[in-house]
């Protein structure tokens, strides 16, 4: 204690007191605020570290989602490029027929015109050689002849002369 100060009275000593009381308050109060302050931002902290975690998450299921409709597109295209392919596949089918058709229509109708062409075109070539089948037949003997070796020569000569006819006609045919 000092000796030299003043004796403080009691209205000055409770002002003081007072005085001190709200300075060890305010401090108090400080103290609590900062540490409410720090336990609030544990608290947002971890709500902060709880957020980070739920956006992660979140971002992962956008692109498995985005991956699920992505593989959903794919079979799509491919369920459509297999129905175009069954219908294509179809048309084909029915075009392959009608050509099919067509073309027997057309070789047999190609066989009439090439047997009455070979026809003219044979009966063409024997008048100009000077063959007429007409009287050659009619003169033609009939029936059978008594002689033994006479078939046998004339089977041959006749089988020579048919031979050489059907090599004729043959050489026709190809041109």
């Not at 931002?41 to 956008?62: D, E, F, H, P």
């Amino acid at each position: 204690m000092n000796i030299f100060r003043k004796k403080t009275s009691p209205k000055e000593a409770l002002r003081s007191s007072k005085r001190d009381m709200a300075v060890a308050t305010r401090g108090i109060e400080r103290e609590i605020a900062s540490l409410q302050m720090e336990a609030a931002t544990r608290i947002l902290a971890r709500q902060l570290v709880r957020l980070r975690q739920q956006i992660t998450n979140l971002q992962g299921s956008r692109a498995q989602i985005r991956g699920v409709a992505t593989h959903t597109q794919a079979l799509y295209a491919s369920t459509s490029i297999s129905t175009g392919m069954k219908g294509a596949t179809k048309a084909m089918v029915a075009m392959n027929k009608i050509e099919m058709m067509s073309e027997s229509i057309d070789e047999t109708l190609d066989k009439d015109e090439a047997e009455e062409e070979t026809e003219e075109l044979t009966n063409q070539v024997l008048d100009e050689i000077g063959v007429d089948i007409a009287s050659q037949l009619s003169s033609a003997p009939k029936g059978r002849i008594a002689s033994k070796n006479a078939p046998a020569a004339a089977a041959s000569t006749e089988s020579a002369d048919v031979e050489e006819l059907e090599k004729r006609l043959a050489s026709l045919r190809r041109i």
